[in-house]
């Protein structure tokens, strides 16, 4: 195994980290003030060496996040996070459609192109044609993963398809064994090869869906791309009050009297700890299967573990500065991670001595060999909590758009700021980018000059463009709302979560998104479980029967018991209303968006102007017929097209394979054709100038942070190493295919150079000049 190591002290100038949630406009600042969790039962009141509470709780997050000792192998939670909130690698980060569900529970184990009949490309191959598989590296003409003859005709021919996703590196697949309280070693079985394997040998998995951004991800009211992260975080999991109505074990262990009991804690905006929970202990993305926070928490705490001792740390670090081992590897002797948990929260999450366990839903004293301390025990809370107030303060709010707003250059009126939709300027502005924020913000018409992208429809606002926002002392919007969808015959109307949408992507079932379930068969879906209240109602039940029996999700609760924000119309008020909520993703925040490929979910477009194709030409989704072109077909329907579940958008692809009925689009009517002008279609006489595509890119790079850009506090971090791929070797004998290790340096307050190579190009292009070079690609400069 390779490593190349780099100085860590960078001479620190810049601003220290934000402590606080909210941000003033000042200096080309957007106001973005995002929903704030009450945290005043959980951390504590007490001050420590200067810091309060909520201070030594984003000390212990931003260890814990970039910590590669917090994985089972080496996987720490930045490095699917490590280019402005996400992930640009190209080795070994090839997923073969594991959320299909035409492919069975366990969903498609084959790389590559999903059939070869009427293609050009083979089964089994990618775009460019090379052979899929693990350990690949993905080239420029494998993208995008959907090609058809014709790109601006939806319905055209395809080249090639899959169900394959483009998203991080992850952990090998050992079951798990053990963990040494002393030095954290950990002991996992032997590492299987059935899927990932390099000559032979286990290689790392691949997430199952693109990694996101975790900078603004603060303002997400629910995280992950299903939004299966719950509002509410309760302290032991992801799935809120379904894990605490679905599971009597998921418990805390609280002292607050002379015995400790069991409880949970309910904290509302609170998603990035819901989120946070899942990846560290999920058996592809950072741990052996089996393996629970408690023992990440056992790992962690062992009495030879430093935070961050495999990683350096550079003295003016935006929240380590004054806490650094004397060598710059890791964190002081100090500052373990028993004593940041001691320093950060209040002592009945930790004081309780002992050994305990949870079992039947009844809290019991242990030893060391059958349960845990209470510390041990609580360290999801710890980890989920802390997670989420570093997370909290990367807030990118210092864009050229921003600036322009903030000084006046340009004015917009968006969904939220009231009609007319569009974007004026007041002074000189960059042409291109003009345009271009007219497209964004007007709304679609073909007659206006330019044509209206009405973009802001689903990445609505100035603020974090995400209609999927939570914001503080606003008003809460509707959880669940009108929607209109398309379809071959028309429209038809229909609910939906706001702020999530089935953008036609991929047919709706190789992955059900939001209209999945979580684990204890609860849908995911606001809006399902609304129109479940409804359908109870019109059987008989009472409201608050009928309310207590279909929600799972408190905000939402609440929101119908009071008959708050769901004025949904005359189709919404009956149980006849389709649910268009399969195959819906959360509308992703568009900041810092030229900084992150590749785009979409399953991470299908290399380049931001491939993306703006795919949304001029009406998106993926194909109409059913059958003339031998299977993709059309998301199941065995006779009318529609390849994005809905049924006339009621909520069958199962087991329904559908049984009977031949309508599958009608869950795709919003706003998904039309935009008729933008694309200098690349054939016959198209223009240049960049007047190019909207070009236009459109233009002002999305303007949404880009410097700070984001250049690791420039508070994105600065320790080193990291990452794997960039795997060697047909395994020099160590570990039984595993060796890993390539290329590691990202240590940063200050100040960020890295313009000229260092280290600064992300503002492409919106994952091939493009330097994009690779913070993970080994040829490095390049960037604009002073």
């Known amino acids: 195994m390779t490593r190349t190591l780099f100085p860590a002290f960078i001479p620190a100038v810049f601003a220290a980290i934000m402590l606080s949630f909210f941000v003033s406009p000042a200096n080309g600042q957007a106001r973005l003030n995002p929903a704030r969790p009450d945290l005043s039962d959980v951390l ?25 000792q917090a994985g089972s192998d080496g996987v720490a939670c930045a490095s699917c996070h490590f280019n402005a909130g996400a992930d640009i690698r190209l080795t070994n980060q090839l997923s073969p459609g594991a959320k299909d569900v035409t492919a069975g529970n366990n969903g498609d184990n084959r790389f590559g192109s999903d059939r070869s009949d ?57 079951e798990f064994i053990g963990v040494s309280d002393l030095d954290g070693s950990e002991t996992c079985s032997p590492a299987n090869d059935d ?13 199952r869906r693109n990694s996101q951004t975790i900078i603004n991800s603060v303002f997400n009211r629910r995280s992950n791309w299903d939004g299966s992260a719950a509002n509410m975080f309760n302290g032991v999991g992801k799935h809120g009050m379904r894990d605490i109505n679905g599971d009597p074990n998921k418990r805390l262990i609280i002292q607050e009297g002379s015995q400790p009991e069991l409880g949970f804690v309910s904290i509302a905006d609170a998603s990035l700890a819901s989120q946070a929970v899942g990846p560290v202990v999920d058996d592809i993305e950072m741990s052996c299967n089996g393996r629970t926070l408690a023992h990440v928490g056992r790992k962690l705490m062992g009495d030879l573990v430093r935070p ?29 991670y028993e004593e940041l948990i001691k320093r950060a929260f209040k002592p009945k999450y930790w004081n309780a001595t002992g050994y305990w366990r949870v079992q039947n839903g009844q809290l019991n004293s242990a030893t060391s060999d059958t349960g845990f301390t209470q510390t041990e025990h609580n360290f999801s809370l710890f980890w989920g909590v802390a997670i989420m107030a570093y997370e909290s303060t990367l807030i990118s709010n ?89 379809d071959r ?36 879906s606001y809006a399902q479980q609304y129109k479940n209240v409804l359908v109870a109602m019109r059987g008989g039940m009472g409201r608050q029967q009928a309310i207590n029996a279909n929600i799972v999700d408190p905000e939402l609760a609440t929101a119908v018991e009071n008959f708050q ?42 380049t931001l102007r491939q993306m703006i194709q795919y949304y001029n030409r009406a998106t993926n989704r194909r109409n059913i017929n059958f003339s031998g072109d299977l993709d059309a077909m998301g ?38 054709r935009l008729n933008l002008l694309d200098c690349e279609l054939p016959g198209n006489d223009c240049n960049v100038a007047t190019d909207d595509i070009s236009a459109l890119v233009r002002f999305l790079q303007s949404l880009t942070d410097r700070r984001v850009q250049c690791d420039a506090a508070p994105f600065d971090h320790p080193s990291l190493p990452l794997s960039v791929g795997h060697s047909n070797s395994d020099n160590n004998g570990d039984g595993k295919a060796d890993d390539i290790i290329f590691e990202l340096p240590a940063i200050g307050q100040r960020g890295y150079d313009a000229d260092s190579g280290w600064c992300i190009p503002n492409s919106g292009d994952l091939f493009a000049s330097g994009m690779q070079g913070r993970v080994g690609g040829p490095r390049g400069t960037i604009p002073e």
């Open 44 to 68: 504590n009141d007490q001050r420590t060496d200067g810091k309060s509470g909520e201070e030594w709780a984003i000390v212990l997050g931003k260890a814990l996040f970039w910590d590669i």
């Open 118 to 174: 009427t293609r050009t490309v083979g089964g089994g191959d990618m775009p460019s044609g090379a052979s899929a598989g693990p350990n690949y590296t993905l080239r420029e003409n494998d993208f995008p993963l959907y090609q058809i003859q014709q790109a601006n005709n939806r319905n055209s021919r395809v080249v090639t398809s899959t169900n394959d996703v483009v998203s991080s590196t992850a952990a090998y697949d050992m």
């Open 195 to 207: 899927i990932f394997h390099v000559g032979g040998l286990p290689s790392r998995q691949a997430a």
């Open 308 to 336: 961050l001792m495999h990683q350096e740390v550079s003295d003016n670090d935006s929240v380590f500065s004054g806490l650094v081992y004397f060598n710059n590897m890791g964190l002081a002797v100090t500052y373990t």
């Open 398 to 486: 210092q864009s050229e758009f921003d600036q322009m707003v903030s000084d006046g250059t340009l004015t917009v009126r968006d969904i939220r700021t009231g009609r007319p939709f569009g974007c004026t300027a007041n002074a000189d502005v960059d042409e291109l980018l003009l345009r271009g924020c007219k497209i964004f913000f007007q709304r679609r018409d073909p007659n206006s000059t330019p044509v209206g992208g009405g973009c802001n429809v689903c990445h609505g606002g100035k603020d974090t463009f995400s209609n999927a926002q939570n914001l503080a002392n606003a008003t809460v919007g509707p959880l669940v709302q009108n929607r209109t969808v398309l």
């Open 489 to 524: 015959a028309g429209t038809t109307p229909g609910i939906s979560d706001t702020g999530f949408m089935n953008t036609g992507i991929r047919p709706t079932f190789t992955d059900l998104k939001l209209g999945a379930t979580d684990p204890y068969g609860n849908p995911l």
């Open 565 to 606: 924000h769901f004025n949904l119309g005359r189709n919404a008020t009956t149980a006849d209303s389709k649910v268009t909520v399969a195959g819906a993703i959360k509308s992703p925040t568009l900041r810092n968006v030229a900084l992150t490929p590749p785009y979409s979910s399953s991470g299908m477009f290399a």
């Open 635 to 672: 199941a065995q329907c006779a009318t529609g097209d390849n994005s809905g579940t049924g006339l009621d958008g909520e069958r199962t692809y087991q329904e559908l394979t049984q009977s031949t009925q309508s599958c009608h689009s869950n795709v919003q009517t706003g998904l039309g």
